[in-house]
Structures are given as C-alpha cells and as structure tokens.
C-alpha cells in the first residue's frame, strides 16, 4: 500500500518491557519524524531522521531510541517502558524540500498503553 | 525555542455559520511556515491550510482560509459555512526554513476541539 503505515495500531504492555513500534512509507522521503501527542501538550518531536543512517534528537527523547537503515523504515524503541510513556505516537515523512512541497505527512498513529 | 499558544480549548458554530480559531507562536526567525492540521476521531492528522511567512497574502483553501499578521505572530483559522465533518481537533504548527536538521520538526500547539452543531 502507498503512503505511511505504523504497526501496530495498539499496544498494551506493562512497565519494564521493550517495545517496538514500527514506521513504514512507501515515498521515499528522506525525512522521517517520531511524534507524541498528549493531552495539554499537542504533539512533540521525539526523534527524527534526515537519511538512512542519520538520527537525531527532538524535544522530548529520553527512554527512547531510534534506527534507520533503510530509508523507508524508521522503528522507535522503548527500551524499557514506563507508564509516562502512555501516549498515542505518530511517525511522519516529508521530502525536505526547502519549497512549497514541504509537507509532511503523517501515519494514523499507535496509542500505546504501558501498564 | 519557538512556541505556539492555542488559548481556545474547545469552540462551537453551528453548521453554515462561520468560526475562527486563534493561534499565536513566538520566534525569532523571519523565514518560516504555519500550519492548521485537522485531527478528527479517526486518529489521522490532516493538513489543512499552510501560509509561508515571506508571502503577504493570506492563504485560501475552499472554505478554508487564514489571517496571518506577521508582525503581531498570529495565525488564525476561520472555517466559513461550517460543516458537520469540520468537527474535530485543530491544531496549528510552526515550522523554520528551510528545511534542514531541527529545522525540519514541527512545532505544535496544544489544539482546539471543534464541535459543529445542527
């Protein structure tokens, strides 16, 4: 399927254990974005990523980490999770053009629940 | 670092009348772009409108449209002839240009949720 995927949709898990929410896009886009949205917050970058192999942080990065290895995969890894982590989290893309086409799209997000 | 204030939790307009939400950010940069994102129950995030600083003119989508006053930081949204589906949150965003490093992360708002009432 074209476009921004994220699996999965939800995830229940309790504290202590690793997770893994996967990030997908089928453009090619070089810029790829790690979103929490909390109440009272709006969304906040976690990490993002410039190119395959170029990571970096954003606000809010603490508990998390990052890979990029290919260009149109972009996992984020709770280490070890805590109920502070409790959000819905949004990956989005973008080209990176400095133009007017510099949208970045966004997936339909992951609510995950830490226990 | 800069910020973006929605001061209205939540508003509603009746279907075919017309609301404006309010947004104002801070920065210190003269080059950057705003942006309404529409988030309705289903989750996805929706661009709505974008408005880049340089350009005096205010941008239009359909119904759609903003008043952007640069010198006073604000970027409002108005939704004219309001439909049932515009309910949902709304969000307004930041971003630098160009579009490089952290230059390239969105800054968001804490939002506005828009109920549309027959």
């Known amino acids: 399927d074209a476009g921004i995927t994220q699996s999965p949709r939800y995830k229940i898990t309790e504290t202590g254990r690793q997770v893994t929410l996967m990030c997908h896009q089928t453009?090619?886009?070089?810029?790829m974005f790690w979103y929490r949205q909390d109440l009272g917050h709006g969304l906040r970058l976690i990490y993002y990523?410039?190119?395959?192999?170029?990571?970096d942080k954003g606000e809010v990065p603490d508990g998390y980490v990052v890979s990029r290895s290919k260009t149109e995969n972009f996992p984020l890894t709770l280490e070890s999770a805590t109920r502070s982590q409790t959000s819905v989290y949004f990956c989005?893309?973008?080209?990176?053009?400095?133009?007017?086409?510099?949208?970045?799209?966004f997936g339909p997000g992951t609510r995950l629940t830490v226990l | 670092a800069q910020t973006v204030t929605q001061s209205q939790p939540e508003m509603s307009v009746q279907e075919a009348e017309t609301v404006t939400l309010s947004c104002t950010y801070d920065?210190?940069?003269?080059?950057?772009?705003l942006f309404w994102y529409k988030q309705p129950p289903s989750r996805q995030m929706i661009l709505v409108i974008r408005?880049?600083?340089?350009?005096?003119q205010n941008a239009t989508e359909n119904r759609f449209s903003v008043n952007f006053q640069k010198a006073a930081k604000s970027f409002s949204l108005k939704i004219s002839d309001s439909q049932l589906g515009d309910a949902a949150m709304y969000f307004c965003?930041?971003?630098?240009?160009?579009?490089?490093?952290?230059?390239?992360?969105?800054?968001f708002g804490t939002g506005t949720r828009l109920q549309v009432t027959l």
């Open positions: 989005a893309s973008g080209r990176g053009d400095t133009g007017y086409q510099d949208e970045q799209f």
């Open positions: 453009w090619s886009h070089s810029y």
């Open positions: 990523s410039a190119a395959a192999d170029i990571t």
């Open positions: 920065t210190s940069e003269s080059d950057y772009y």
């Open positions: 408005q880049e600083a340089y350009k005096q």
């Open positions: 965003a930041y971003r630098r240009a160009p579009y490089t490093g952290t230059a390239s992360k969105l800054t």
